[in-house]
């Protein structure tokens, strides 16, 4: 490999220093052991002892939880099952399809979001967990369905002719083969559509109700009194949860995307 | 002989062009019958066809007699070893030759029986709890025949089994295939494009070309008396050139080509009086030295030799006769080539009216 430009390698060190500098100033402050957010007074982990007796974060941290399984295995079951439909079909109307799937996410959140909102009020759905729900699969889904498509296009099509040829009907090939195989994919999908439903913040402001506070609305509430250290210990935490979730997303689709290829060639 | 797989008429398109013409073609129980062809012949067409995998357009499919044309894959007593395999990367060997007993509902104890047997069958007890990607190709293709062969199908269907093979396990997979037919005394359909593979293994070979079936025959058959030049052309080494039909009598006829002497053949059949034919040799047939043998050989040309290259257990010999042609002999080296011969030299080349052949021609040589 021959080696960068001097000064390509400075100017991307410094856009990732750009990017991270914020979110590791934050975290630094979470440790800081003083009530005023910018002045160092010391290492201290009182923020986070604060944090986990408050009864509200823990309330809002299991809204977010439950909030984010549910609308990710909704996600997941009608995902896998769209992606599925759509691969096997060549019809005229396939790249309307296309586009019309992928456009929630390019549409400006807010957008939705207000979108939801009345659409919810003209159909007369109280606001809640069920409508936070609907909402974020209003991402989750068009996430789902691109990123099984583009594993399902991986899937060598012989591997369904040799079953088929084997003696397996359309259902057992779905069940013994098509989805073990897409297994990664939808541990991968799984794991990044949990994460992006855990962090929203827009579409749920929008659609959230009484008692169905999420941690993000938690932290947007808080910070109206002022940003205190225990709001950077919160925001630490789900930087952490977040990196885990797409860090993990992305290893899983590695390591099994490599047997599968592996075994192609 | 009891007929195991029947075609009928069988034609199939893919778009607009004929992928199989009209091909009918009877295959007998209990034996090794391949479909030789180039690639684009149509032959791994005609075996997804007996599959399930297709459909054909027009003509009927029989296996055992019955009627499958609307059958699905998973309703025919017919398995399928694919070309690259297609070994399910997610299951292990066992689970992989299990499939098939699974998808049946056989009980757990049949199936590990009858798996433990077929992988000792194939020689690969050791390697049950292994992955495909874990396997070398000889293994996989092995996992493959015994992932087909453990459901005791009326009838294997072998997609150019050989051709993800090195040279050196080709050679050993044949001796295995071969025993593994004899074994099991199934009927085994080998799509192959590799002349030698055919010719080694085929109780019975039809060569296919453009989609339809040129000939049938045993390998000997198929070697030795090529009905059409296609088929002489596409298999093994030989020397042709055009000429008519000057003579006929009895069992004997005469052909005629500008510059060379009257050539003596076995009459065919169809052969009628001045009618345009392609004459055929091969060139092991062919005996050449500086002088005509005696007692004399039925043809005799001369010719001029323009080179000779030497092959191992053989030599070819290149001659150009009189009428610009050039035919290559092949001369066994267990019989040391006359020492007097070398390149530029005037010889002869000569051989028995019966060990010719005559074909309809197309082409001019």
Redesign the interface.
């Given at each position: 490999m021959s080696r960068l430009p001097r000064v390509l390698i400075w100017s991307s060190a410094a856009v990732v220093l750009f990017l991270y500098i914020p979110i590791l100033v934050l975290i630094v402050l979470s440790f800081n052991d003083s009530h005023m957010g910018a002045v160092w007074k010391g290492f201290s982990l009182r923020w986070y002892d604060k944090l986990i007796h408050n009864p509200a974060f823990f309330e809002a941290m299991l809204n977010s939880v439950l909030i984010a399984a549910v609308s990710t295995g909704m996600s997941l079951i009608f995902g896998v099952g769209a992606a599925i439909g759509l691969e096997g079909n060549r019809g005229r109307l396939l790249p309307f399809i296309n586009m019309g799937l992928v456009l929630p996410l390019v549409i400006p959140e807010i957008l939705l979001g207000v979108a939801l909102l009345m659409m919810f009020v003209l159909l007369q759905i109280p606001l809640g967990f069920v409508t936070i729900i609907l909402g974020h699969s209003v991402f989750s889904l068009p996430l789902t369905i691109v990123m099984i498509r583009a594993r399902l296009r991986k899937l060598?099509p012989?591997?369904e002719?040799?079953?088929?040829?084997?003696?397996?009907?359309s259902w057992?090939v779905l069940r013994?083969?098509t989805l073990?195989?897409l297994?990664p994919a939808m541990v991968g999908a799984a794991l990044l559509t949990f994460t992006v439903s855990l962090d929203d913040f827009v579409i749920t402001f929008f659609v959230a109700g009484p008692g169905s506070t999420t941690l993000p609305l938690k932290v947007f509430s808080m910070i109206k009194t002022g940003v205190t250290p225990e709001i950077n210990a919160l925001s630490a935490l789900l930087v952490l949860v977040s990196i885990l979730g797409v860090g993990g997303s992305w290893f899983y689709q590695q390591r099994s995307g490599r047997?599968?290829t592996?075994?192609?060639s | 002989m009891e007929i195991c797989v029947k075609l009928d008429r069988v034609s199939k398109h893919h778009g607009a062009t004929v992928a199989v013409d009209q091909v009918s073609l009877e295959v007998r129980r209990g034996e090794f019958f391949s479909l030789l062809g180039p690639s684009g012949s149509g032959k791994t067409t005609l075996l997804r066809l007996i599959a399930g995998l297709d459909y054909p357009d027009k003509g009927q499919i029989y296996i055992q007699q019955t009627l499958v044309n609307a059958l699905p894959p998973d309703k025919r007593p017919v398995n399928l070893v694919f070309q690259h395999y297609a070994l399910f990367p997610h299951l292990t060997v066992f689970d992989n030759v299990a499939f098939g007993l699974k998808m049946r509902g056989e009980s757990r104890g049949k199936i590990q029986s009858a798996v433990g047997n077929m992988l000792e069958m194939v020689r690969l007890q050791g390697k049950a709890q292994r992955f495909p990607n874990e396997l070398s190709g000889g293994e996989q293709q092995r996992v493959a025949l015994a992932r087909a062969l453990v459901n005791e199908p009326v009838v294997v269907l072998l997609d150019e089994p050989m051709a993800a093979l090195d040279q050196e396990l080709r050679q050993n997979m044949h001796e295995e295939l071969k025993r593994l037919q004899q074994e099991l005394q199934a009927t085994f359909i080998c799509v192959t494009h590799q002349q030698d593979e055919a010719l080694m293994l085929s109780d019975r070979l039809a060569v296919m070309s453009g989609g339809s079936v040129l000939q049938v025959g045993t390998p000997q058959e198929i070697y030795r008396s090529p009905q059409s030049f296609a088929v002489a052309k596409f298999i093994g080494l030989s020397n042709f050139a055009t000429g008519t039909v000057v003579r006929m009598e009895n069992e004997i006829c005469w052909v005629h080509r500008e510059g060379l002497p009257p050539l003596k053949f076995l009459r065919p059949v169809s052969a009628r009086a001045s009618e345009l034919v392609t004459i055929m040799i091969r060139p092991e047939r062919l005996v050449l030295d500086a002088e005509p043998i005696r007692p004399a050989y039925d043809n005799v040309i001369p010719g001029t030799l323009e080179k000779i290259v030497f092959n191992g257990g053989e030599t070819l010999c290149y001659v150009r006769l009189p009428t610009d042609l050039t035919w290559v002999i092949r001369v066994s080296n267990t019989t040391a080539l006359p020492s007097s011969l070398c390149a530029g030299q005037r010889v002869h080349v000569q051989w028995q009216a019966a060990d010719g052949g005559i074909l309809p021609t197309h082409v001019s040589l």
């Open positions: 060598d012989t591997w002719d040799a079953a088929r040829d084997l003696g397996a009907n057992d013994h083969i073990p195989l297994k047997v599968v592996q075994s192609l | -």
